[in-house]
T-cell receptor, first 115, second 112 residues
């Protein structure tokens, strides 16, 4: 099976702009979670989508939003970018239900730099 | 909410020796504890996990132990090799949620 893919791999944006990141899960996985990774804060949970519905949410401002499509692909949007949003954004997919539902597999990430 | 503490933040061992990384969690409702390995510039890779109904799990040179009473779990790597050098993250999930709460990571260096 193909692994989790993310596009684009690298992005450079200016403060105040918005950005959309995309994540394609492993075939058959219905849950997609998003995480922000920074040297100072480590790996932090943003939100999780399952069957096109946000099922869990972390403690990030409303500028961070997401959605999931019927084919389980997910997008994450950040509006009004701030310098502090510079980070590696990782998505992870899992079955979402059943015995192995907790096992999450990560994509390669999108490196976002805000200048 | 859940909080996961990980120690040590850096660990250096001689090739062939064992390495142990420890984590504690705060929420007794947590029931799934994975460990991820992240090499420089690469994605976190799930290397082993354990559920709350199991005390120990082993996969070749890697083992994880869980003490539910003390709310801590540990990663043990035996016969370490240079390719074990990476940052290791522990995490916990609360039952019913898909939200992974991560420890701060341990940078493991294997010295030849």
């Amino acid at each position: 099976k193909a692994g989790v893919t993310q596009t684009p791999r690298y992005l450079i944006k200016t403060r105040g702009q918005q950005v959309t990141l995309s994540c394609s899960p492993i075939s058959g996985h219905r849950s997609v979670s998003w995480y922000q990774q920074t040297p100072g804060q480590g790996l932090q949970f943003l939100f999780e989508y399952f069957s096109e519905t946000q099922r869990n949410k972390g403690n990030f401002p409303g500028r961070f939003s997401g959605r999931q499509f019927s084919n389980s692909r997910s997008e994450m949007n950040v509006s009004t970018l701030e310098l502090g949003d510079s980070a590696l954004y990782l998505c992870a997919s899992s079955l979402g239900m059943g015995q192995a539902s907790y096992e999450q597999y990560f994509g390669p990430g999108t490196r976002l730099t805000v200048t | 909410g859940e909080n996961v503490e990980q120690h040590p933040s850096t660990l250096s061992v001689q090739e062939g020796d064992s390495a142990v990384i420890k984590c504690t969690y705060s929420d007794s409702a947590s029931n799934y504890f994975p460990w991820y390995k992240q090499e420089l510039g690469k994605r976190p890779q799930l290397i082993i996990d354990i559920r709350s109904n199991v005390g120990e799990k082993k996969d070749q040179r890697i083992a994880v132990t869980l003490n539910k009473t003390a709310k801590h779990f540990s990663l043990h790597i035996t016969e370490t090799q240079p390719e074990d050098s990476a940052v290791y993250f522990c995490a916990a999930i609360i039952q019913g949620a898909q939200k992974l709460v991560f420890g701060q990571g341990t940078r493991l260096t294997i010295n030849p």
